[in-house]
């Protein structure tokens, strides 16, 4: 929530109070030069031991409730027809408004299934944005990912509410050039991950259904962080400021033919789902779950965490929940662009992202500048983001690198972990990096994995810069810091 103060400021405030806490130490300069060598240049390869702040990911670190600690010890085991799949199922018919409820072990996991049915060589599948694992599965099946935003979606420093809208006219003329029997789905990502998090709106969402249905094309919708996006919404689109988000949600999945989501964002937890409303989909996902997941009344996932996501799906569209990541994320952004940190605007909804490009001028693409600036900002400050840029994209059929649109550091904010004394340090020390980026160089490949090679692919410092950069700290802050 945010409250006003008496001199006008707005104060991101927690609506929860905090009750299990994970001790964090921050290592000296030296024990995170030494881890980073160590991991590649590669943020995903340090361990816990050597970071600060872990802001990698929201994905599976978000602080659970009491009340989803609680739900999982009553967790039913059984194999088959368990009890916790059929509090799942009447969640998901509360919540999102479908019948049937298909448990994934992770959101990838459903990307897989809909990639089993839905994909085929010599289709398309036009979406709002790409993620990396939903890239990865569907043109494994051979079909044609196709990103029709629209225009400035990929401008940085924007005003635009709404950059993960679909442009209408891109949509008419994908379904022109396949025809309609050869897109695959329309699909649309809530808070576009790879574009800073950004939503789309009701109006976007109503009408892309609208021309999807005309042509009888399926309409699936990502919902791993949609709490978030309908909090947008409510912010944001002219009609909804009143609307609860719990109302704006039923009514995104109104528009829905199939969706799908990672449990672990929006509902803090381990885990995946897709539901939908047409038996024929449902069936055809029964059918391929016992081979790649496990029985349909667990889908892969442990029934602790089954129970978990029940009650996480019914928390996330709780007014407070839904905002508890996005306002602290803007207060994180409205600091770094008051310092004159590059950073993405309009705030969006699952972390801070910093346009390398701008921080990084001087570092051609080719030397993988978002990958270059997580590590040195985890050099000056333990503090742990992820590449979003080339190093994210895989090389093309030809071995070339597919330079990527943008090229994002990524500062998470997992929901409810971090409070605004965190969020000051880091922005502190991106000022710091900022004033020393002449020290920070690129980076090159070592090892490189062929598929998703971001995890864990590892790359060297040109010219040793990762020295010279902790060299520079030392003489500013003491070896301790
Ligand atoms: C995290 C994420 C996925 C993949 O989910 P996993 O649970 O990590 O496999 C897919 N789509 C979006 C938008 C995500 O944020």
């Known amino acids: 929530m945010i409250v006003k103060l008496s001199n006008g400021r707005e104060l991101p405030i927690e609506m929860h109070k905090v009750r299990i806490v994970q001790k964090t130490t921050l290592p000296p300069v030296g024990q995170r030069l030494q881890a980073i060598e160590e991991a590649g240049y590669n943020t995903f390869m340090l361990r816990t031991r050597d970071l600060f702040l872990d802001m990698l990911t929201d994905s599976g670190t978000n602080a659970m409730s009491d009340n989803q600690l609680a739900a999982m010890m009553v967790s039913d085991d059984a194999y088959a027809g368990g009890e916790s799949y059929y509090k799942l199922l009447a969640a998901v018919k509360e919540i999102l408004g479908f019948d049937y409820c298909v448990p994934a072990h992770q959101g990838r996991a459903a990307e897989h299934l809909i990639a089993k049915i839905f994909c085929r060589p010599g289709t398309a599948a036009p979406m709002n944005y790409h993620f990396t694992t939903t890239k990865a599965h569907f043109e494994m099946a051979g079909t044609k990912v196709l990103e029709i935003f629209g225009d400035g979606a990929l401008e940085t420093e924007s005003d635009n509410p709404f950059k993960g809208n679909i442009d209408l006219a891109k949509l008419e003329a994908v379904i022109d050039e396949y025809g309609a029997d050869k897109v695959a789905f329309v699909r649309m990502e809530a808070t576009t991950n790879l574009i800073g998090g950004q939503p789309f709106s009701m109006a976007n969402l109503r009408e892309v259904r609208q021309v999807a249905q005309r042509h009888h094309i399926p309409v699936i919708v990502d919902c791993s ?257």
Not at 366 to 391: D, K, N, V, W
């Open 225 to 481: 962080l949609i709490s978030e996006n309908a909090y947008f919404i409510r912010r944001r689109e002219k009609g909804y400021e009143n609307v609860s988000i719990a109302a704006i949600v039923k009514e995104m999945m109104s528009y829905a033919d199939l969706i799908y989501l990672s449990g672990r964002k929006s509902t803090c937890v381990r885990g995946g789902l897709l539901a939908t409303n047409d038996p024929k989909y449902f069936e055809q996902l029964k059918a391929w779950l016992p081979v790649y997941e496990g029985f349909i009344t667990y889908g892969g996932m442990s029934s602790k965490e089954i129970e978990a996501m029940t009650v996480g799906l019914r928390e996330m569209v709780d007014l407070d929940v839904a905002s508890s990541s996005a306002d602290l994320i803007q207060y994180f952004v409205d600091q770094m662009v008051e310092k004159g940190i590059p950073a993405v605007t309009p705030a969006g909804g699952l972390a801070g992202h910093v346009d390398a490009m701008k921080f990084l001028p001087h570092i051609p693409q080719s030397q993988y500048p978002a990958g270059a600036l997580a590590a040195a900002l985890y050099l000056a400050s333990g503090a742990r983001g992820m590449e979003r840029g080339t190093i994210s994209m895989d090389r093309d059929e030809h071995g070339n690198d597919v330079p990527s649109d943008l090229e994002l550091c990524r500062l998470a904010v997992p929901r409810r972990v971090y409070s605004i004394a965190h969020i000051d340090y880091v922005v502190d020390r991106l000022v710091w990096l900022l004033a020393h980026r002449d020290l920070v160089g690129g980076l090159k490949f070592i090892q490189e994995p062929p598929v998703l090679r971001f995890f864990t692919g590892k790359l060297v410092a040109l010219d040793g810069w990762g020295q010279k950069l902790a060299d520079a700290f030392r003489a500013d802050f003491g070896e301790r810091m």
